[in-house]
């Protein structure tokens, strides 16, 4: 897991934040980015091998990866082992690594906690003020998000909504149903349609391979592209194994599909997590570990050596863009 910090330099978070001080860094001379797909998977940590991790065996080149081994990913992708605890106590949770993600501001610091679920109002106020979709569209760049929202959401807005869901409506950024997933330009949560099948929607099931290759495609036509998926955290909530290396098996293969289908001479993608829990069945709650954010394309050396902590995330991306 060192790939990705061969040549860090030691700045403090603070400093790789002043994207536009004066004088610029030498760095930001180098031309912008194309292109960023941010795909996120809930719950995906770094965890040690053995029977508790249902990683560990498993034929997956992008997931298979574990404490104190080498990163070696395909397509020359750069690991970068990024800190999830922030320095607060306590478990990481979802509403606070999926803001610090999402914002760059170290959100479980803010509210002096790691918050399970959704956004509080506070962290609600920090994503409606600092996201990323807010950061770019105001630098002129186009945004997506990518997940497809059932009917039912737009019908009867939940009155808990995720991290994800408030940067993108606060931002103005178009929430897509399933009429864009018909015609091949949103992605499910749980990219084959499975859910939405069992649910009884009248939409057609498709392979990772598919979906992996419409996700490649719509992040072609914008400068930034969110992806969110989160059933790892629902499996490793269950303690269930098997589906666990299962369901590891099928995002290794949309991963790989989103990674075939793209020009990684110009797009730059990158896959990350809010916290550790599904790489440690042996508890049903979250775990300490790191996280891996896995980055490739033209953007790798760039963005993989920035990315510390959840908190650099969104700085790397700006700064790039
Ligand atoms: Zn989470």
Excluded: W
Aim: aromatic residues 6%; hydrophobic residues 35%; glycine residues 8%.
């Amino acid at each position: 897991m060192t790939r990705g910090h061969r040549d860090t330099e030691t700045r403090r978070p603070e400093e790789t934040g002043t994207i536009f001080s004066s004088p610029r860094p030498r760095v930001s001379a180098s031309p912008r980015l194309d292109s960023v797909l941010l795909i996120f998977i809930d719950g995906l940590g770094i965890g040690t091998r053995g029977e508790h991790n249902p990683l560990d065996g498993i034929e997956s080149d992008l997931f298979g990866l574990f404490q104190g081994e080498e990163a070696r990913l395909p397509f020359e992708g750069l690991a970068a082992t990024t800190d999830v605890r922030l320095g607060v106590e306590g478990l990481p949770q979802s509403a606070t690594g999926q803001t610090a993600i999402l914002t760059g501001v170290n959100a479980p610091a803010l509210i002096e906690r790691h918050l399970h679920g959704y956004p509080s109002p506070r962290l609600k106020e920090a994503l409606e003020r600092h996201s990323i979709y807010k950061k770019l569209i105001s630098a002129g760049r186009r945004v997506a998000f990518a997940n497809a929202y059932t009917p039912r959401y737009f019908e009867k807005r939940p009155r808990f909504v995720s991290a994800t869901t408030v940067a993108a409506e606060s931002a103005g950024v178009r929430l897509r149903g399933l009429s864009d997933l018909a015609r091949g330009r949103a992605v499910f949560h749980d990219f084959t349609n499975y859910f939405l099948i069992g649910q009884g929607h009248m939409v057609r099931s498709c392979t990772p391979e598919q979906a992996g290759e419409r996700l490649a495609r719509l992040a072609e036509d914008y400068d930034f592209t969110l992806y969110e998926h989160f059933i790892t955290d629902i499996l490793g909530h269950r303690q269930d194994r098997p589906s666990a290396r299962e369901h590891i098996l099928l995002l290794t293969r949309f991963v790989r599909a989103v990674l075939d289908a793209s020009d990684l001479s110009r797009q730059t993608i990158i896959v990350t997590s809010d916290h550790g829990n599904i790489e440690d069945l042996s508890t049903r709650s979250h775990t300490l570990n790191p996280v891996a954010t896995l980055v490739f394309g033209r953007g790798r050396t760039r963005i993989a050596p920035r990315v510390r902590a959840l908190t650099d995330i969104t700085p790397a991306i700006v700064k790039a863009l």
